[in-house]
């Protein structure tokens, strides 16, 4: 199983070496061709504007959308997330707009608010978590479930094939979120 990881900006780095700990292949994606004979993508965090504007400079942006919409299952964490969402309730545009949930940008405030904490995660337990200036996500349509919860709030939700964290799973030793990613990928 090949699992690509989203490289133009951000965590991708993390997301590669965990997912080697799983025993999986993982590659960056930096090109189109980059898509292609993948199980399923991750799209780490960093900074979505940033990310978004590289995606389409490198002319990554609709095929990716294509790939999600033809069933590719995806793993958004933190920014990823934002870039999955339908709507952002304090930023003028949306990105891919595949995953139903308006999230709220920098809802954790600046660099220097970050901390770690614990999300519980259905069938898993407490998951230790970084958060970086995370989203929020401050609603959810009636197809997304969610997996993970933080202080009550949603953190970790999947609909259909696609799995989005407010947080960073990658900066933390416990792979049990990634391997929760590999089994969907499996069933896809
Ligand atoms: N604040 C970033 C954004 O809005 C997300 C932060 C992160 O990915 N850790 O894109």
Redesign the pocket.
Known sequence: MKIGVLAVQ??AREHILCLRKLGVEAVPVLRPPDLLDLSGIVL????????WRLLSRAGLAEPLKKALEEGLPAFG????L?LLAKEITN?PEHYLGLLDVAVE??ATGRQVD?FEAEVEVDGLGEVPAV?????AIRRVGRGVEVLGTHDDEPALVKQGAILGATF?PELTEDLRVHELFLNLCRKE
């Open positions: 951000g965590a780490p965090g960093g900074e979505s504007t940033a990310q964490t933190c920014a990823g934002i930023w940008r920098n970050s958060f970086i200036r995370a989203p960073h």
